[in-house]
């Protein structure tokens, strides 16, 4: 990969690079269970076979969710660059793309 294709991947998440999840619920909630939908919602649509989540229940890892500064369910964590925090159900989904960056990345 060229030094211009590598900058691309890390901007552009639609060029290959795996884009890390980390969506804290609070077990079935149902804010939980509607932010769990909409994000595999828009990564199926964005990012097919470009994306993992990891689901931290926070009532099962209390200390983690601490530790980690989330205060507030359900929180989403884009962990790769650069990291940003989303809080809610995920249902405005203009607000979600434009905060993952894939606002205009349609399939």
């Known amino acids: 990969m060229t030094p211009r ?18 969506l804290y619920i609070a077990h079935e909630a149902p804010s939980s269970a509607q932010a ?4 595999r919602s828009v990564c199926q649509e964005y990012l097919p076979d470009h ?3 990891e689901v931290v ?3 099962q890892e209390p200390l983690r969710a601490l530790v980690e500064g989330i205060l507030v369910t359900p929180t989403l964590v884009r962990l ?10 995920l249902s405005d ?4 793309l434009r905060a993952l960056g894939l606002e205009g990345k349609a399939k």
Request: charged share 25%; no cysteine; hydrophobic share 45%.
């Open 51 to 53: 994306h993992e989540i």
């Open 80 to 89: 790769s660059p650069p990291v940003r925090h989303i809080v809610g159900d």
């Open 5 to 22: 294709n590598m900058a691309d991947a890390e901007t552009n998440p639609r060029k290959g690079k795996t884009i890390l999840f980390r």
């Open 36 to 39: 769990m939908a909409n994000l």
């Open 57 to 59: 229940d926070i009532l």
């Open 93 to 96: 989904r203009a607000i979600v």
